[in-house]
T-cell receptor
Framework: KNEVEQSPQNLTAQEGEFITINCSYS?????LHWLQQHPGGGIVSLFM???GKKKHGRLIATINIQEKHSSLHITASHPRDSAVYIC??????????FGTGTRLQVFP | NAGVTQTPKFQVLKTGQSMTLQCAQD?????MYWYRQDPGMGLRLIYY???????DKGEVPNGYNVSRLNKREFSLRLESAAPSQTSVYFC???????????????FGPGTRLTVL
């Protein structure tokens, strides 16, 4: 069983739709990371959160430490949001275990 | 600041050839990482360096060697390339003992390697 699981693996949406991507993990953690991988391959960090909720523009990340679950929401989705979204959890102080990613395509 | 840079961007090797992937960061970070990314799998850690002069194996170290030349540079070497090493390789860096707001890894643009 993977220690970090994401769902769905693939997601297609129409522009303007509300998007939810889920991440469940089986290891005990203090924080969780969400990253975005652009179609060109570059990876950037979106959020690191240890409790509650964080918001950045149209992106909202929530985490429930007790249930070992996090969600990434995108409001008013846009084609430029098309990317692979990856969650990752830390282990051994400063290493990360990565999920396999959710590929999102938003069509106009 | 350039952030994390990697060279080359693309490389094609024949089985048995050797090569070194270069990585440098200009953010004065202590920790540096090499990952590989394969279809259907998450990023997997090859090697890790907590500081200049130290390196540690990750999840998939076989067939690779690394060198932390100085605080800025962390290179990955394939001594005898195999088709199973066809992958996209990412270098990353992180500020050690970062605060909650700055604890993140910064990734290079990646190197797409094909071994024939």
């Amino acid at each position: 069983k993977n220690e970090v699981e994401q769902s769905p693996q693939n997601l297609t949406a129409q522009e303007g739709e509300f998007i939810t991507i889920n991440c469940s993990y089986s290891v005990g953690i203090s924080a969780l990371h969400w990253l975005q991988q652009h179609p060109g391959g570059g990876i950037v960090s979106l959020f690191m959160l240890s409790s509650g909720k964080k918001k950045h523009g149209r992106l909202i990340a929530t985490i429930n430490i007790q249930e070992k679950h996090s969600s990434l929401h995108i409001t008013a989705s846009h084609p430029r949001d098309s990317a692979v979204y990856i969650c990752a959890v830390p282990y051994n102080t400063d290493k990360l275990i990565f999920g396999t990613g959710t590929r999102l395509q938003v069509f106009p | 600041n350039a952030g994390v840079t990697q060279t080359p961007k693309f490389q094609v090797l024949k089985t048995g050839q050797s090569m070194t992937l270069q990585c440098a960061q200009d953010m004065n970070h202590n920790s540096m990482y090499w990952y590989r990314q394969d279809p259907g799998m998450g990023l997997r850690l090859i090697y890790y360096s907590a500081s200049e002069g130290t390196t540690d194996k990750g999840e998939v170290p076989n067939g690779y060697n690394v060198s932390r030349l100085n605080k800025r540079e962390f290179s990955l070497r394939l001594e005898s390339a195999a088709p199973s090493q066809t992958s996209v390789y990412f270098c990353a860096s992180r500020k050690a003992r970062a605060s909650a707001d700055t604890d993140t890894q910064y990734f290079g643009p990646g190197t797409r390697l094909t071994v024939l």
